[in-house]
């Protein structure tokens, strides 16, 4: 019996430890900001912690976003993109951020896949023609024509691309589920690898006379590689196969505990309790936070009849989804900050376009009025934020956890960029007399929402008054007037 126990504590730990490396929305701690040196350093998901009292505002942030890139290349196209590598506090927070620029007349983000990523994408000037095709065996190309102000989303792992129709530069940002998305550019991973893949599969895989396929690979630089920079391959590796490792131990461990246990004459009872553990980890872990779909994507539908219940809202059936089910229009309009915060945050989450359902990401403008404009201290208690500052100028910042609740913050101008780590208190302060914007992605497509004030002095029922006299040390008359102006004492 103490054996049976035992193996099944072992089995909670070895999968608690598989899913707390796994995906890189567990951060386990309030940050681990990526650093180069294994001295005195963790090692989490991939990258080394640093020590998290030596972590600064600039570990957290980025400049110049607001600066158009070079598109006169061969596809007339250009994408920044801030991941851990760019900004080091993004390590295991599960998301990043990509400035997109494109030539006029037809510059092209060519088709790509984000293996590790979900992206929406919000255009801020020009007009593009985007879209993305399921996977086998429908390939159904779903596509729409984006004009400033719109949003898009591309499913996890699948192949999309962005096209500029009109005469002017177009500039598009997007935030991705992970810290480090990763890109396969599907041309130049076909016919530019490295070594090349056998002319005669790609003719037989793309119906080809092989004189076309050569000529693809000169073009893609797939006929004269060498055997490459070794540092480069070996950094590309460095994630997955150590997810990939830790997960198959600790499947594996299982399994030899319940053979031992079949072996060794433990009692039913036993057993079963061994592989209960086993079952309900296994299925937390596949319906337990979002970026794992299971699938291309899965529409929110609001109807029971004909559907499936998954993360939380029903799947519309995937050959009745539409362009539209993955699209959001008026992103670019200035929204009213006459209230008394003095800003206005309009959130796309799941609710506003459905096909975010499963995808683990959602979208978010803020406005804020000159003059103290306050996006009062909040958390989203499932989701990292990353923010652009588009206009103005934010005071910006975040308080870490207990004990140390330090205060990591920054002035923040136009192409500014910030990260609010999962969970923590954060907020933003207009501090210049003109209007600001702001545009943010969270890693959740329903990162809820906690205004720290509202929850405590308005809440439904209200707090009992003992518990926040000695909670914030005030007062019972100075926490009524607080309540009084939350609305927490007439609920
Ligand atoms: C993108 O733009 C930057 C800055 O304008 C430039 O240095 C870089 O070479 C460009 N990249 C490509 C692929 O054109
Ligand atoms: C969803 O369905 C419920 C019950 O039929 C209904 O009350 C609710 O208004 C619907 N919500 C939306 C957004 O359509
Ligand atoms: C935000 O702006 C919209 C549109 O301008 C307005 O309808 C809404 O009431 C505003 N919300 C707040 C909280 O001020």
């Known amino acids: 019996m103490k054996f049976a126990h035992f193996l099944v504590a072992l089995v909670v730990l ?42 600064t505002a600039k570990d957290f942030s980025f400049s110049g976003l607001n600066i158009p890139r070079d598109t006169g290349n061969k596809v007339g196209s250009n994408v920044t993109l801030l991941n851990v590598d760019r900004i080091p506090g993004l390590n295991t927070l599960g998301i990043s951020l990509a400035r997109i620029d494109y030539a006029p007349h037809g510059g092209l983000n060519p088709p790509h896949t984000h293996p590790r990523g979900t992206e929406i994408l919000v255009v801020v000037e020009g007009t593009l023609y985007v879209g993305f095709v399921t996977s086998n065996p429908d390939n159904r190309f779903i596509s729409k024509v984006l004009y400033p102000g719109d949003v898009f989303v591309f499913p996890i792992g699948l192949i999309h ?34 070594p090349p893949i056998s002319p005669d599969v790609l003719a037989k895989a793309f119906q080809l006379d092989s004189k076309i396929v050569s000529y693809l690979q000169k073009q893609f630089g797939g006929n004269n590689k060498v055997n490459g920079d070794l540092s480069i391959k070996l950094s590309t590796l460095y994630f997955r196969p150590a997810m990939i490792i830790t997960a198959g131990k600790a499947y594996t461990v299982a399994a030899n505990i319940i053979l031992a246990g079949l072996s060794s004459g433990i009692d039913v009872g036993e057993h079963f309790l061994v592989a209960f ?13 979002d970026p794992s779909p299971l699938q291309d994507f899965c529409v929110a539908i609001n109807d029971t009849k004909s559907a499936v219940f998954v993360n939380g809202k029903f799947c519309k059936d995937p050959k009745l989804s539409v362009a539209n089910d993955f699209f ?16 206005n945050v309009t959130l796309l989450n799941v609710d506003q376009i459905p096909g975010l359902n499963t995808l683990g990401i959602s979208l978010v403008r ?22 652009l500052v588009l206009e103005g100028t934010l005071y910006a910042g975040f308080v870490t956890s207990n004990p140390d609740n330090r205060l990591i913050a920054k002035v923040l101008n136009r192409g500014d960029v910030f990260v609010f780590p999962f969970g923590l208190i ?18 959740s497509q329903n990162p809820g929402v906690i205004t720290i004030a509202n929850a405590v002095f308005g809440s439904n029922p209200p707090i009992n008054l003992d518990v926040l006299t000695r909670a914030f040390q005030l007062g019972k ?14 609920k």
């Open 366 to 387: 803020i406005d804020y009025a000159p003059n103290g404009g306050l996006n009062p201290p909040h958390v989203h208690p499932r989701a990292t934020e990353i923010l």
């Open 277 to 289: 553990a086993f079952c309900i980890l296994a299925s937390s872990f596949a319906s337990a936070y």
């Open 161 to 194: 691309f962005q096209l500029n129709i009109a005469k002017t530069p177009a500039v598009a940002f997007a935030g991705l589920s992970s810290q480090n998305p990763g890109t396969i550019t599907i041309a130049n991973a076909v016919f530019g690898s490295d």
């Open 328 to 343: 959001f229009s008026g992103l670019n309009i200035r929204r009213n900050t006459g209230n008394q915060v003095g800003s």
């Open 477 to 490: 008359n100075e926490v009524k007037n607080l309540q009084k102006q939350f609305g927490g004492d007439n």
């Open 14 to 55: 070895a999968l608690a430890s598989s899913i707390a490396t796994a995906g890189d929305p567990s951060p386990l701690q309030d940050f681990c900001v990526a650093i180069n040196d294994p001295k005195a350093a963790v090692f989490v998901n991939g990258k080394f912690c640093m020590d998290p009292k030596l972590a």
């Open 426 to 443: 954060h907020f933003q302060f207009n501090v210049a007399k003109t209007n600001a914007v702001a545009i943010a992605s969270l890693s």
